[in-house]
C-alpha cells in the first residue's frame, strides 16, 4: 500500500459525460500528478500540482481539467467523454515535486 | 529531446533462469533514474532510484546498475511472483519524468 488512495475504483459511463476522479496523496507529500494508462500502452503524464498550484503540464486535452485543493487532495475532470477516454487513470504523490512517485491504486474508466 | 527505451518488450524466462531488462535513456542534466514494478490493473510500485553512474541498488532478487547511457535490472533466480511489466523512467533538468514503454517479464514455473 503504497498510501495514495483513488476514488472510485470503477467508473462507468456514456459518451458525452463528465466526471471527476478523486485522490488524496501520501501524508505529507505536496506534489501530485496524474497519468493516463490505455489499455497496453504506457504511462501519459497528463498534469502536475505542487501545494495547490499548476506546475507542468504534459498530453492532457482541454477536455480535461484538474486541481489541488488547500487540504492537498487533488480532483481530474474528465468532460465530454469519448470512447478513447476508457483507461485506467493513475494519481501519483511526492515529497517534493520531482523525487521518487508513489501511485494510488489507479480509477478504470469504461466510457460507453 | 529527452527519450527513455526499454529493451525487450517482453521476457520470458523459466523460473531460476536469470536475465537482465535494459533502459537506454537520453536525457539533459540527469536528475535520477527510476525503476517500478506494475502488475495487471495496479498503479506502479517504486523500486529504485539511482543518481550517477556506477551506482548499483539491491533488493531480493533485483539488482539495478546505472552507466551514463543506460541502466540495467538484473534478476536473479527469478519467481513465478516476479512476473510483471517493469517501467523505467528519468528525471531531467526540467525535474519532469520520462517514462519507457515498459518490459513485460514472464517467469514460468
Known amino acids: 500500500d503504497s498510501g495514495v488512495t483513488q476514488t472510485p475504483k470503477h467508473l462507468i459511463t456514456a459518451t458525452g459525460q463528465r466526471v471527476t476522479l478523486r485522490c488524496s496523496p501520501r501524508?505529507?507529500?505536496?506534489?501530485v500528478y496524474w497519468y493516463q494508462q490505455s489499455l497496453d500502452q504506457g504511462l501519459q503524464f497528463l498534469i502536475q500540482?505542487?501545494?495547490?498550484?499548476?506546475?507542468a503540464k504534459g498530453n492532457i486535452l482541454e477536455r480535461f481539467s484538474a486541481q489541488q485543493f488547500p487540504d492537498l487532495h487533488s480532483e481530474l475532470n474528465l468532460s465530454s467523454l469519448e470512447l478513447g477516454d476508457s483507461a485506467l487513470y493513475f494519481c501519483?504523490?511526492?515529497?517534493?515535486?520531482?523525487?521518487?512517485?508513489?501511485f494510488g491504486p489507479g480509477t478504470r474508466l469504461t466510457v460507453l | 529531446e529527452d527519450q527513455v527505451t526499454q529493451s525487450p518488450e517482453a521476457l520470458r524466462l523459466q523460473e531460476g533462469e536469470s536475465s537482465s531488462l535494459n533502459c537506454s535513456y537520453t536525457v539533459s542534466g540527469l536528475r535520477g533514474l527510476f525503476w517500478y514494478r506494475q502488475d495487471p490493473g495496479k498503479g506502479p510500485e517504486f523500486l529504485f532510484t539511482l543518481y550517477s553512474a556506477g551506482e548499483e541498488k539491491e533488493k531480493e532478487r533485483l539488482k539495478a546498475t546505472l552507466t551514463k547511457k543506460e541502466s540495467f535490472l538484473h534478476i536473479t533466480a527469478p519467481k513465478p511472483e516476479d512476473s510483471a511489466t517493469y517501467l523505467c523512467?528519468?528525471?531531467?533538468?526540467?525535474?519532469?519524468?520520462?517514462w519507457g514503454a515498459g518490459t513485460k517479464l514472464i517467469i514460468k514455473p
Open positions: 501519483a504523490s511526492s515529497v517534493v515535486g520531482g523525487n521518487e512517485q508513489f
Open positions: 501524508s505529507g507529500d505536496l506534489s
Open positions: 500540482y505542487y501545494n495547490g498550484e499548476e506546475r
Open positions: 523512467a528519468v528525471q531531467g533538468s526540467n525535474y519532469q519524468l520520462i
